[in-house]
Structures are given as C-alpha cells and as structure tokens.
C-alpha cells in the first residue's frame, strides 16, 4: 500500500526542510508500523519567487521519494493542490499545507479511517483559539454563508484530507477551471469519516490568504457550486415589483389627501429602489458570466515547467 503526500508552496522557503524532516520520521514510522509499504512526498511550487524551488530540488536530488513540480508562474493554491493530486500515484493521498498548521501526526488515523472503508477522511480543527477575533468572526460567517447559499460543506475543514484512489479517479474526471476543491470532494458522495485536530501555530512565515484572497474564495465556491444567487435576484425582483406597486398606490393615495411633495414620490424613490436593485443584479450576473467566459477557453488550470523524481522526467499536466 503507498501514500501519496501533496503539499502546494508558495515562498515556503524557511519551512521546506522542517516539513521534509517531520514527514520522514512520521512516514518512516508507518512503514516499520506496516501501516503502509511506502510512499511519496509531492511538493508542487506555485511560482515561488523566494528559495522553495531551489530547496526543493536539494530535497529530491538526495531522496527519491521526493518529488517537485514547479509551475511556470503563480497559478494559486487551488490549482497547486489539483496538481499535486492528480500527479499522485498512490493508493491513498493526503493534501497538507506546507506551514505545519494542520499536524502531520494525524495522517495516521486517517489511514485508519481508509482501511476502515472511508474514501474521503476530512481533517476538521476542534477550535479556532490560534485564530485572531476577527478570522474567527469571519470563518463562522464564510461557512453559515455558504450553508445558506446551498454549498455543501465540511465546518472547519480547509484542505487537509485524505482520498482514496477511487475518489483520486473520480477527482480526474472534473474538468473546470474555476475549482473550490472543499466544495468539490463532499459533492462526490463517497462514504466520508472526519478526525478532528488542533491546529497548531505557523512554524515560518506569513499567510497566503490575507482578507482579500479569503473574499476572492468565498466568491468562488459561491458561483462554483451554486446558482442561488440567480435564484435570489429572481426573488428580490419579484419583491421589488410588489413593492414597486404598494408605492405606487401610496403616492396616489398622498396624492388625493394632498400631502404628496410634488415630484419626490415618483422620481427620487424609484431612482434610489431600482437603480440599486438593478446594480446588484447585474453585478451577480456578472459573476457568472465570468466564470463561463473563463471555461469556454478551456484553458488548462496550470502549467507544469518541470519536475523532479517522476517517471516522465519533464512532465507535462495530466
């Protein structure tokens, strides 16, 4: 049995051999275990512009079970993972983070959960305490928003998790460009498990997704997975067109009584209700007309420039 590890970087230069050290022992361990046969760490560099990629090929040059995908430039987290997953040879993979975060040490009940029978194990935090106030405040609001637009999603779940080779060819057969993989994997149906972890502080550092990269996935997974934003535009119109309608019969009623200010009523009112309506309307049509112009192009969700330890040499994406 072989584990496949995926970890997107992205300027994880400082990180790169604490991550390679931790792993070796925890994987070493499983082998001797015989929790698995073997394995492969597949490190995937999104553009860096720091040291990643160069430490990243001092890391395979010494270990074959290293292995290194460096993109042509910075194609983003989303498409990094997609990457590193749909590179992965193993009967099971696991996505991680390259911040040591999400604790490595995990990754052996999850391959409990799989032996088990789950195709999909879920790494969820049991608490956000590491979290600032205001990243807390607005993790609750991202999933309660997304629970409300119709997302299917796993609370508190980021990216670490692990798949089985049945849920790895499932993954394969998604073609779009526009990817929310926390969305994709739970809209699969295969028989799931979770195993909760603390989450630990960054080990180097700074972030990758500061506020507005979080409002820039939250839009994503919206417009990915669900057409109820069109659903609710069609509403609010309807609404609009009744309240258009009760308007109007007060201004004829204000009218009669003699209390109407000339001209207010039906110009000011109707500018400032259906001017805003329309700008919002328009502006989530917007969205989605966007996420079809960049699928019509099918252009490829990343671009491989070269690896390192695979079979192929100079890969090309799958």
Known sequence: M??????PCFNEEQVIDEVYRRLTTLLNSYVEGAAIDTYEVIYVDDGSSDGTLAALRRLAGKDKRVKAISFS???GHQPALTAGLLYASGDMAV???????????IIGEMIKRFKD?????????DDRQEDT?????TAVIFYKFMTLMGVNLIYNHADYRLLSRAALEAFKKYGEVNRFLRGMFPSMGFKHSIVTYKREKRFAGTTKYPLK???????????????????LAFVLGFVNFLAAIILGLWTIASKLK????????????PIYLFGGIQLMFIGILSEYVGKIYMEVKHRPVFIVKETY?????QGKSP
């Open 2 to 7: 072989k584990l496949s590890i995926v970890i």
């Open 309 to 313: 330890n695979f079979d192929d040499g």
């Open 133 to 137: 106030y205001f990243k807390r405040a």
């Open 258 to 269: 003699g209390s109407a200010v000339p001209g207010w009523a039906s110009i000011v009112l």
């Open 73 to 75: 430039g910075n194609f």
């Open 117 to 125: 029978g789950a195709d999909i194990v879920y790494g969820v935090r």
């Open 95 to 105: 996505s991680l983070d390259a911040d040591l975060q999400d604790p490595p040490e």
């Open 213 to 231: 990269k979080m409002v820039s996935f939250a839009v994503e997974g919206i417009t990915s997975f669900t057409n109820f934003p069109l659903r």
